[in-house]
């Protein structure tokens, strides 16, 4: 299914407070160096449209959230989303998320990592380019800190299942996968991502986990 079209935010809008290109970020991301508190920082990988990022920081005004998103114009959006609901605790940042978790956040720091329904690169050649892959597990685990969270949603089936099988293989640290709950929709943007909006809309099934870090 290809990706609906995207809107440029407003040029009004003032980003600077909810936007920046990776390469201007500081050595260490940290809930001190990117909003100057010591709040739980969760990341998103793969923000896309930014609808997560926008309701689970309103709803969670006491934890901060930094989403990254691969293309600038995504990244952008997901950014203006931020800085007309006017939140504080929430930025987005563009660029690919594999070096940041190698080089700049520290171990044991984050409260959770959220992967929702990453590209699925169906042929075998291609799977190495997975957001979630043998090394970005290790990542991540490393990155969370002991009883933090790791969510995976996506509607790939055999994405699910080898995800599954190689945390359990690789890092056993995050302990046996929790089932999450799909929760009925009231309105037309009630949904955890636009993806999840857009495989419930078309009554493809959708596999949700979360892992907590022993
Ligand atoms: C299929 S979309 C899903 C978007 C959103 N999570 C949702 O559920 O609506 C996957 C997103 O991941 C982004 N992405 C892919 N590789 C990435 C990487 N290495 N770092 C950051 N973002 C990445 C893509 O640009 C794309 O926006």
Known sequence: MP???????????D??????????????LTSQTLF???????????????LFMSTVSQANPLHNFLGIEIATKYARHAAGRLSSGQNTNAMMVAGNAE?????SIPSESLEAVHVYFP???WKKRHRKRRVVN????????????SGGRFHFWTDVLDYFEMTIEMIAELVPEFGVPIP????????????HTHF????????IPVYRVRFEKR
């Not at 990706?3 to 809008?13: V, W, Y």
């Not at 909810?18 to 050595?27: C, E, G, Q, V």
């Not at 070096?99 to 080089?103: V, Y």
Request: aromatic share 6%; charged share 35%.
């Open 15 to 28: 980003l600077s407070a909810h936007f920046r290109m990776s390469d201007d970020l500081p050595a260490e």
């Open 119 to 121: 590209d699925p690169w």
């Open 36 to 50: 100057q508190n010591d709040r739980p920082l969760e990341i998103e990988i793969g923000s896309g449209k930014g």
């Open 134 to 145: 043998e090394v970005s597990v290790r990542n991540y685990c490393q990155a969370i800190r």
């Open 99 to 103: 070096p940041l978790f190698q080089k």
């Open 180 to 191: 999450e709950e799909e929760i009925e929709a009231t309105h037309d943007l009630d949904y």
């Open 196 to 203: 999840e909006r857009r495989s419930r809309q078309h009554h």
């Open 3 to 13: 990706r609906s079209t995207i809107r440029r935010p407003s040029p009004e809008l």
